[in-house]
């Protein structure tokens, strides 16, 4: 118990310097890009976009396998990795001559992304079932505090220092995060069962396709990502619409904000009342709820009703990973949790790739206003997903993966 609650608050440092170091380059990577050249906009933007999403690609293609390494050798060595292969990848990224060069360094970046999904997987391993809601929505306040100040952080840095020593403070940074894991965090050993290592990844992917609710639920995972990144890229655009203000940077760091403060405020409130009524009946209702705070963001003539809507969105919202995550827990075995996890990851990863082009392809055929209400469909078909799993009788992954060896 002890040694449990030692690891949280090892992790939950961690969770918090990892999450704002990566964000902390986010409001200068566009001015990052132009240092290498005299480029026009469109050129900057669409490279931007492309460096942005390069992380996540090879993340989706790496989590699983990152999982099933976690399966066999442990959860620490992974996130200590992580932390030193992401520090060393920004480090160099002050050093790059040309955009290709940057690109190529954040595809690199995410070879070894995925800190936080992986910290969430070793706390989720190591938390009882009964109260698995409560401590991952806790954990996530640590992240979701972290990409809040991070762009705050690292714009302040920028000005200050430049961007090349910004890369540096920020790689120095995520290395104490990694120092702080060497040393602080004692990974138990859990036996299951029984021994279910000798699945290969086929065995494991399909099982997966077959389990109802470990399938589903990667899918709704993916929905909500997608609803989460198809507005951010459009997010500043949209507030210059409804104010006059020239500080428009600014209004649209606090009405981004609005949602994180949201998460941070209720995030362990969902994960306890899931923990005693039951992870899908909480899911059910948060998506719902979604949708009904989504929507009307369409409609808003003023920016005050707009960051009042993003609140409330985020509010109901700080739940729904936790929740999910905690789902996965579950019902994945403890013997191939790390890639049933791992391909959890993946979904999300792909969701967040996803996102952003919906997103940019919406608002170029109609405007921003139709972009929410295509989060608000995609959260809509989340919750008729879960709503129907509800229905259905349960499965156990331990006879699923047996039947696809038969």
């Excluded at 976009?49 to 996540?56: I, K, M, S, W």
């Excluded at 706390?123 to 306040?141: F, N, R």
């Excluded at 500043?236 to 409804?242: A, K």
């Amino acid at each position: 118990m002890q040694n449990r609650k030692h690891n949280f608050i090892i992790v939950f440092i961690s969770n918090f310097i990892v999450a704002a170091s990566a964000t902390m380059i986010m409001p200068f990577l566009s001015l990052y890009i132009n240092t290498f050249g005299n480029f026009t906009e469109d050129y900057v933007q669409r490279w931007a976009g492309l460096v942005f999403a390069a992380t996540f690609i090879t993340a989706f293609l790496m989590s699983p396998i990152w999982g099933r390494i976690a399966d066999k050798y442990g959860y620490k060595p992974i996130m200590i990795i992580n932390c030193f292969g992401v520090a060393l990848s920004i480090f160099l990224m002050g050093y790059v001559q040309n955009v290709e060069q940057f690109f190529l360094l954040r595809l690199f970046m995410g070879v070894v992304t995925g800190f936080i999904p992986t910290s969430m997987a070793f706390i989720s391993k190591h938390t009882p079932k009964e109260i698995a809601g409560k401590t991952l929505g806790t954990l996530q306040m640590g992240s979701v505090g972290g990409t809040l100040f991070g762009p705050v952080i690292g714009g302040a840095m920028a000005d200050a220092v430049g961007f090349n020593y910004t890369f540096i403070l920020i790689a120095i940074a995520i290395g104490i995060a990694a120092i702080i894991i060497t040393i602080g965090i004692h990974e138990p050993k859990i036996e299951g069962k029984k021994k279910l290592t000798g699945y290969s990844r086929r065995d494991i992917l399909t099982a997966i396709f077959h389990h109802r609710l470990l399938f589903h639920v990667m899918l709704v995972t993916m929905l909500i990502q997608i609803g989460n990144f198809s507005i951010q890229p459009l997010l500043s655009l949209y507030v210059s619409h409804l104010t006059p203000s020239e500080e428009v940077a600014l209004l649209a760091g606090i009405t981004f904000s609005a949602t994180g403060l949201g998460n941070i405020l209720f995030a362990r409130f969902w994960g306890k009342l899931s923990d005693r009524i039951g992870y899908e009946v909480v899911l059910t209702y948060l998506l719902i709820a979604s949708v009904l705070f989504i929507i009307p963001q369409a409609f808003v003539s003023s920016l005050w009703q707009l960051i009042l809507l993003r609140l409330l969105f985020g509010i109901v919202a700080g739940g729904l990973i936790p929740v999910t995550s905690a789902l996965i827990r579950r019902e994945a075995p403890i013997e191939v949790q790390g890639e049933i996890m791992g391909y959890n990851q993946s979904f999300r990863f792909l969701g967040n790739i996803v996102g952003p082009v919906l997103g940019g392809v919406v608002s170029g055929l109609w405007n921003i206003a139709a972009v929410f209400y295509t989060t608000g469909l995609l959260f809509f078909i989340a919750f008729l997903i879960i709503s129907l799993l509800r229905k259905l009788p349960k499965q156990y992954m331990e006879d699923v993966l047996e039947k696809t060896q038969l």
